[in-house]
């Protein structure tokens, strides 16, 4: 077993003899160190576990700061840019046509381009498309911004956090 996945977790729910260790294609099993005390060697965080915090990260940021803080800034976008009520709906029946079109290409994408790769474009895009909110001041841009911020919601949402957690824990 390699050092890389020796290192147990601090508040263990698991006595003490017990470790995490990956078996190839079975993703994380307990395993019974026998004669191995755990408590004197040095602890580390399982790398699993830092897989976790990055998909948090990636959800808040995909859903939360591309998706869900959208609502709460419309009727100030509306009365910036001059927008109607019907104008701010199709930002967001294009946002949401848009999450449908990146849910039917987001395992061609992990596909083609690796779940880290897919993932770290779609948040550059996100960045690109908050950019784009904050320098637009017409209708179709403001469609451009959401639409992209539709592909992120798929390409860097649910679908490669599932993918990401299924890899790592079974």
Same mark, same amino acid.
């Given at each position: ?46 790398? !699993?576990?830092?897989?976790? $915090? @990055? ?6 940021? #995909? &859903?939360? *700061? ?41 395992? !061609?994408?992990?596909?083609? $381009? @690796? ?6 474009? #779609? &948040?550059? *895009? ?45």
């Amino acid at each position: 077993q390699s050092q890389y996945f020796r290192s147990a977790i601090s508040a263990s729910p698991f006595p003490e003899n017990f470790s995490l260790t990956d078996r190839p294609n079975q993703g994380m099993v307990w395993r019974e160190e026998k004669g191995s005390d755990l408590m004197s060697s040095t602890r580390r965080v399982h790398y !699993a576990w830092i897989i976790c $915090l @990055g998909g948090t990260l990636m959800l808040f940021t #995909s &859903l939360g *700061l591309g998706t869900n803080v959208f609502s709460a800034f419309q009727p100030y976008l509306l009365e910036y840019a001059g927008l109607s009520n019907t104008q701010g709906a199709w930002i967001v029946t294009v946002r949401s046509f848009f999450i449908l079109v990146g849910m039917a290409t987001a395992n !061609a994408l992990v596909d083609r $381009l @690796g779940l880290r790769r897919a993932c770290t474009v #779609s &948040l550059l *895009l996100l960045a690109a498309s908050s950019f784009l909110f904050g320098a637009a001041r017409q209708f179709p841009l403001y469609c451009l911004a959401s639409a992209i911020v539709g592909l992120v919601y798929s390409w860097a949402g649910m679908i490669p956090a599932s993918l990401l957690i299924s890899h790592w824990f079974q």
